[in-house]
Nanobody
Framework: VQLQASGGGLVQPGGSLRLSCAASGINFRLYRMEWFRQTPGNQRELVASISSDGSTYYAEPAKGRFTISRDNVRRTAYLEMNGLKAEDTALYYC?????????WGRGTQVTVSS
């Protein structure tokens, strides 16, 4: 299983970014996809998830600002982030649990700063 996250960058407060997570090695449409983030010295925290049936979950900091989606044809999960704040600065990871293990992509850095 390989996950390739992209789309991070430097953005001003209030700005937007869209992260992508391209998956290979799995029957993508069958699995829940998750986005986590991590700041130095802290554990990774779940940001949002989307199940195979399209149902979504958002952690409190993401509610109302972030939207998770998926494209089963492109085997890609997305995280649309709007109204970004300095506290959203983190390394963002995508994850899928398959074949009895957790599979993580390499993180993509999001920095929110003026």
């Amino acid at each position: 299983v390989q996950l390739q996250a992209s789309g991070g960058g430097l953005v001003q407060p209030g700005g937007s970014l869209r992260l992508s997570c391209a998956a290979s090695g799995i029957n993508f449409r069958l699995y829940r996809m998750e986005w986590f983030r991590q700041t130095p010295g802290n554990q990774r925290e779940l940001v949002a998830s989307i199940s195979s049936d399209g149902s979504t979950y958002y952690a409190e900091p993401a509610k109302g600002r972030f939207t998770i989606s998926r494209d089963n044809v492109r085997r890609t999960a997305y995280l649309e982030m709007n109204g970004l704040k300095a506290e959203d600065t983190a390394l963002y990871y995508c994850k899928v649990d398959s074949h009895g293990r957790s599979n993580w992509g390499r993180g993509t850095q999001v920095t929110v700063s003026s």
